[in-house]
């Protein structure tokens, strides 16, 4: 049951999810959280319930953190692991609480060969008050949303509650939740299949960005690669930049104009990669792209602070029909 929140109450004001799937199920978790007390009490803490197996909590400053302090306990329940977010300064009345948690966690996702389900509540923490779980009341302009990284090459299949975007990230399928998709007791549960086509989309995508790189890097050093940038611009183009790319033909489902695509998009990488090599930059060779699109793994919590804003420039946006 969800509690709205009123005056005298403690209440939650930002509970924001931010998820990775990595290829073998593992999730990477961080919450944003605000919450503000006021009662009459002071508030010693939060608790949450997250529902895995194992929860391996990651303690550094872009992770868990609060300029308050927090100790973070561990309790085994029936339907997962309690974590139990001691502050090391209790917040006093009219006070607020900012502060990031997060976590490695085992089986939230199932993962069956090389299809994914994902089934994440979206619960509310209750107030630790006087060595007592209380309920924490729900704000009224509550900021609940978030995002979830998929594996590379993973298409969602099916996804509740409906989000309003689902992104094309950094080489990955990223389904978006907005405050007003998402709210407080939900059952994020998505279902996630291998693509090889999305695959293929992706590992150009990934090669583009390295040799981008590198050609921002020979220009900087005096060098003319603009043989490969042409050819670059080309690839991009083919791959995800324009509404007859392989990643518009993969939404609408046509498969094999996205085949065509992405087979030219790879031409064009080819050609890119090999004007570079000629232009006598050796110090960044293809071996490091594709090394990168080799690797199935998902961004991490390295990617977080790109998962925090929705009007990214450089996204491939898909508004769900």
């Known amino acids: 049951m969800v509690f709205p929140a009123s005056a005298g109450d403690v209440s939650l004001n930002r509970w924001i999810l931010n998820v990775t799937?990595?290829?073998?199920?593992?999730?990477?978790e961080l919450i944003q959280v605000e919450v503000a007390n006021g009662g009459s009490l002071p508030l010693d803490g939060i608790s949450f319930i997250v529902p895995a197996s194992n929860v391996e909590v990651v303690y550094d400053f872009d992770h868990t953190f609060s300029s308050k302090g927090q100790i973070i306990e561990q309790q085994a329940v029936?339907?997962?692991?309690?974590l139990i977010v001691k502050f090391n300064t209790s917040v006093k009345t009219g006070e607020t609480w900012n502060g990031r948690i997060a976590f490695k966690a085992k089986d939230i996702a199932r993962k069956t060969d090389r299809d994914y389900t994902i089934e994440l509540p979206v619960d509310m923490p209750q107030a630790i008050i006087s060595g007592k779980n209380t309920d924490i009341g729900i704000s009224q302009d509550a900021e609940v949303r978030g995002q979830m990284f998929l594996p590379k090459g993973i298409e969602v299949t099916s996804v509740t509650p409906k989000p309003f975007r689902i992104l094309f990230q950094n080489s990955h399928m990223v389904p978006t939740w907005t405050s007003q998709d998402l709210h407080a007791k939900?059952?994020?549960?998505l279902n996630g299949s291998f693509s090889d086509v999305l695959n293929k989309i992706a590992g150009?995508?990934?090669?583009s960005k390295v040799l981008s790189k590198s050609l921002i890097e020979a220009k900087a050093n005096g060098i003319d690669v603009t043989d490969a940038e042409e050819h670059l611009k080309i690839a991009e183009d083919?791959?995800?930049?324009?509404?007859?790319?392989?990643?518009?033909?993969?939404?609408?489902?046509d498969?094999?104009?996205?085949?065509?695509?992405?087979?030219n998009a790879e031409n064009e990488i080819n050609l890119a990669e090999k004007s570079f090599r000629a232009s006598g930059k050796t110090g960044v060779t293809t071996?490091?792209?594709?090394?990168e699109t080799g690797n199935n793994t998902t961004p991490g919590f390295g990617s977080i602070a790109l998962i925090l804003v929705i009007g990214i420039s450089f996204m491939i946006l898909r508004k769900n029909s």
Do not use: H, M, Y
Not at 78 to 82: H, Q, Y
Not at 186 to 189: E, F, H, L, P, T
Not at 204 to 207: E, G, L, P, V
Not at 255 to 263: C, K, N, P, Q
């Open 21 to 28: 799937v990595n290829e073998d199920g593992l999730v990477d």
């Open 78 to 82: 029936n339907n997962g692991i309690k």
């Open 186 to 189: 939900d059952v994020i549960i």
């Open 204 to 207: 150009i995508d990934a090669r």
């Open 238 to 253: 083919f791959n995800t930049n324009n509404a007859n790319s392989a990643l518009s033909s993969f939404w609408k489902k």
């Open 255 to 263: 498969e094999a104009s996205a085949l065509e695509s992405v087979g």
């Open 287 to 291: 071996g490091k792209a594709e090394q």
